[in-house]
């Protein structure tokens, strides 16, 4: 069975850093891109950030781009995302999911993030 | 980036069909046929039920179809029952900076 468990979600202040944990099994990790997505309070659902099966390619939206990495340890079947100069906006519950030829077809529980002082 | 267009609410009595709509552009829906669907429960992760333009997933009812016309992809549910009742996004791939976009999001209601 897929699994995929998030980790990492605090309340941190505006300015601060983070990194966000996705532990994944019961799949071959290394051969599937992983993604981010995140969903504010009471809002739709955004992609935030991919990265390729050997950490080689990395794409983000342009709102997080200099401020979230997205990385990967395939030794250790897991996804991060390291987000820095965190504002109120990045606010949200975040996914890990599996990032499968266009789709995401397997997800994570979510791990809240708050920003806020 | 401006995300792919949804309508905010579609009801439908049980038994029914409905059909959600998602219009983008020629970068996105209209240019890749890698179009797909979520379902979101409240407070529950989302849920794939249909992937590229109109394919299903294994264990997804085929009550859910998927299709595209120009920019515009749509999701119908038939013979709507309670367990519909939840929040739908699409998702395109996009040629840009900015590889993949969600939908608005739709909230079907169960009348």
């Known amino acids: 069975e897929v699994q995929l468990v998030e980790s990492g979600g605090v309340l941190v202040q505006p300015g601060g850093s983070l990194r966000l944990s996705c532990a994944a099994s019961?799949?071959?990790?290394?051969?599937?891109?992983m993604a981010w997505v995140r969903q504010a309070p009471g809002k739709g659902l955004e992609w935030v950030a991919n990265i390729k099966t050997d950490g080689s390619e990395k794409y983000y939206v342009d709102s997080v781009k200099g401020r979230f990495t997205i990385s990967r340890d395939n030794a250790k079947n897991s996804l991060y995302l390291q987000m820095n100069s965190l504002r109120a906006g990045d606010t949200a519950v975040y996914y890990c999911?599996?990032?499968?030829?266009?789709?995401?077809?397997?997800w994570g529980q979510g791990t809240l993030v708050t920003v806020s002082s | 980036q401006s995300a792919l267009t949804q309508p905010a609410s579609v009801s439908g009595s049980p038994g029914q069909s409905i059909t959600i709509s998602c219009t983008g552009t020629s970068s996105d829906v209209g240019g890749y046929n890698y179009v797909s669907w979520y379902q979101q429960h409240p407070g529950k992760a989302p849920k794939l039920m249909i992937y590229e333009v109109s394919n299903r997933p294994s264990g997804v009812s085929n009550r859910f179809s998927g299709s595209k016309s120009g920019n515009t992809a749509s999701l119908t549910i038939s013979g709507l029952q309670a367990e519909d009742e939840a929040d739908y996004y699409c998702?395109?791939?996009?040629?840009?900076?900015?590889?993949?976009?969600f939908g608005t999001g739709t909230k079907v209601t169960v009348l």
């Open positions: 999911a599996t990032d499968n030829y266009y789709k995401c077809d397997y």
């Open positions: 998702y395109s791939y996009r040629s840009s900076s900015t590889p993949y976009v």
């Open positions: 019961g799949f071959t990790f290394s051969n599937y891109w």
